[in-house]
């Protein structure tokens, strides 16, 4: 009875907290981790992919940059979009673009072909991923907001993103290995996929907008001016998420590639790494979430950036399979320590101006991993493969972590600012 008194409370509480959420927070929730199951589906071979048909590692970086500098260019302009004509109409304007690359990818014959593709996807990652972003930020309560978006993120990158690497690796083990033939049928079943939560946003989503008065007739400049004006720290925020945002470009879409092609592995230790990536936030996740909304933001950031520093080394020095698998877990909290500084920075700016801001956001950390992308894979040619992960380290170590000794914790600044 012991034991059984506290889980009954527990799932009480979970039942309760998902209670009070709003309708388009749990949609969208289910958007977000369908979609992230079936990209998980193909990230293990999405390098591989463009490498098999005929990328060197250079160009595998212009793959990357190319697609991430355009949406960081479009990223203020989607948010002043959703700040003046609302979520719903970007988010299937996103949704459709995803559609568009995976399919582009599934009919690729060259790797120029996979440039169109990758800037598909980053441009309806843009779009679909701000909107769900603008929902999230102003649809939790201060409170609940990193316990919330840590169960988004456990659900989806946990649950179904450990159950999606190992059927990524059946499903190219049945087409054909770990080949261009081998991997090509996966985007078309992504493309299935995306179709479907095309259909669930565009019938089960409001129409909402966050707005206050005034926020119509500014345009794009005044608009983005405004931003800056009312929120705290922004500049010096911009700096430490940008640098965060870096293992997009820099780490992500080389980690596989280097497992696959430096340490030799096959698909199934490819798929068990991401795997192992995806159990992280399903475990620590949530726990991460409710340690932020209790002690701070700062507090469990400083805890978990560390590991994913842990995560390159051990993929550089790894002597065989389950040190890669290792490593792959620990390179989860980059997802868990996203989530937590998610939640500061949507506690910077008022609600009304969260779309303005995440676009601005978006706009200098894409345009810094696209940077990045791309001297991965100069790095990668000319200096050696394993200096691209130290990098990462260095910048992190060195400009990242001082910077955010400096940032205030932003826990209850909406409800100081409230109070004022």
Request: hydrophobic share 50%; charged share 10%; aromatic share 10%.
């Amino acid at each position: 009875m012991r034991i059984i008194e506290p889980a009954t409370g527990a799932i009480a509480k979970a039942i309760g907290f998902l209670r009070r959420q709003p309708r388009d927070w749990k949609v969208t929730v289910v958007r977000s981790s369908t979609a992230i199951f079936f990209y998980q589906l193909i990230f293990p071979y999405l390098s591989i992919y463009t490498i098999a048909l005929g990328a060197t590692a250079t160009q595998l970086g212009i793959v990357n940059s190319a697609g991430m500098a355009i949406a960081g260019l479009v990223g203020p302009l989607i948010g002043w979009l959703i700040d003046r004509t609302g979520v719903k109409r970007i988010y299937l304007t996103g949704i459709f673009l995803l559609a568009i690359s995976y399919l582009t990818y599934g009919l690729a014959q060259s790797w120029a072909i996979i440039i169109i593709a990758m800037t598909a996807y980053w441009l309806g990652n843009a779009g679909a991923g701000h909107s769900c972003s603008v929902i999230c930020g102003n649809s939790l309560a201060n409170e609940d907001r990193a316990t919330g978006m840590s169960l988004c993120e456990t659900f989806a990158s946990g649950l179904l993103g450990i159950a999606a690497p190992m059927l990524g690796a059946l499903l190219v083990a049945t087409f054909g290995g770990v080949n261009a033939s081998g991997i090509r049928p996966l985007f078309f079943l992504c493309l299935a996929g995306t179709i479907a939560t095309f259909l669930l946003i565009l019938t089960q989503l409001s129409t909402r907008r966050w707005e206050s008065p005034g926020d119509a007739e500014l345009n794009f400049f005044k608009g983005i001016g405004e931003v800056f004006k009312q929120g705290r720290n922004l500049k010096r925020w911009l700096v430490i998420s940008s640098i965060g945002s870096l293992p997009m470009g820099m780490l992500l879409p080389f980690t596989q590639p280097f497992a696959h092609e430096v340490k030799g592995v096959d698909q199934y230790v490819l798929g068990a790494m991401v795997t192992g990536f995806a159990l992280t936030p399903l475990l620590f996740g949530i726990p991460a979430g409710r340690l932020a909304d209790r002690i701070g933001r700062k507090k469990v950031l400083y805890l978990t950036i560390p590991l994913v520093w842990v995560s390159s080394l051990i993929l550089i020095w790894a002597p065989s399979s389950g040190f890669l698998v290792l490593a792959g877990i620990l390179q989860g909290f980059y997802f868990v320590s996203g989530v937590v500084a998610g939640a500061m920075t949507f506690e910077l700016v008022p609600p009304e101006q969260m779309g303005r801001w995440l676009g601005v956001l978006r706009f200098c950390r894409l345009l810094l991993a696209a940077g990045g992308a791309y001297l991965s894979g100069i790095i990668w040619d000319n200096v050696g493969p394993q200096y691209v992960f130290l990098t990462v380290i260095g910048l992190d170590l060195f400009i990242r972590i001082p910077l955010l000794i400096g940032m205030p914790e932003t826990l209850h600044l909406r409800k100081s600012a409230k109070g004022k």
